[in-house]
């Protein structure tokens, strides 16, 4: 039910996704959203914000929270509220 990564493994993770959004590459928003999602109380949910973010943004932060300055495209998209729209 729940994937399990090395610390080595999701280290890499982070560094390949932060790598691939400065470039035109497409990043794998499925396995960055698992990472980003993974402590949320609302993994559904969480994960369903993030993927629509970052098929826009091509860019998920690093962290299971936080570093929103790594991609500004994903920080300042907001919901119709005026709410942050990505977790």
């Known amino acids: 039910m729940y994937k399990t990564f090395s610390h080595v493994h999701v280290s890499q993770m982070i560094t390949n996704i ?14 960055a959203c698992d990472l980003r999602c993974k402590l949320s109380s609302r993994p ?10 970052c098929a826009r943004c091509n860019c998920v932060p690093p962290g299971t929270s936080g570093n929103y300055d790594v991609c500004p495209c994903y920080r300042d998209m907001t919901t119709h509220g005026g709410r942050h729209k990505c977790p």
């Open 18 to 31: 932060v790598e691939n959004s400065l470039t035109d590459e497409k990043i794998d928003c499925d396995g």
């Open 44 to 53: 559904n949910l969480c994960k369903r914000a993030c993927g629509t973010c």
